[in-house]
């Protein structure tokens, strides 16, 4: 069956980077886009960064442009998020997510663009 494996949360000062991964199973990982969004306490999951099937198109929220950057290696059936700059509302449960369809793409995708997600990994932005 699908799984996706998110590692790499840490509690981290405000200007400080992580990288976090993500291990696929279960299916065809580069037949897939793949995106990481993430869930602040009390608020909704929102969209933070996402990657098509073959790693050629990208898109970002507004407040992870710059700071942010999605990858994946298709040999290793890995998701990548680098972040730097990180602040306060940074802190966040961040989960990936893969889409339903094969090959499909969009800049701006909504929850029911995807059919699985990880369990999540705690990043926390502290002094």
């Known amino acids: 069956q699908v799984q996706l494996v998110e590692s790499g949360g840490a509690l981290v000062r405000p200007g400080g980077s992580l990288t976090l991964s993500c291990v696929a199973s279960?299916?065809?990982?580069?037949?897939?886009?793949m995106s990481w969004v993430r869930q602040a306490p009390g608020k909704g999951r929102e969209f933070v960064a996402g990657?098509?099937?073959?790693?050629?198109?990208?898109s970002y929220q507004t407040s992870a442009k710059g700071r942010f950057t999605i990858s994946r290696d298709n040999a290793k059936n890995t998701l990548f998020l680098r972040m730097n700059s990180l602040n306060t509302d940074d802190t966040a449960v961040y989960y990936c997510?893969?889409?339903?369809?094969?090959?499909?793409?969009?800049?701006?995708?909504?929850?029911?663009?995807?059919?699985?997600w990880g369990q999540g990994t705690q990043v926390t932005v502290s002094s």
């Open positions: 279960g299916f065809p990982f580069r037949d897939y886009a």
């Open positions: 990657i098509s099937f073959d790693g050629n198109d990208v």
């Open positions: 997510a893969k889409y339903q369809a094969v090959k499909r793409w969009v800049q701006k995708p909504i929850s029911n663009e995807y059919a699985h």
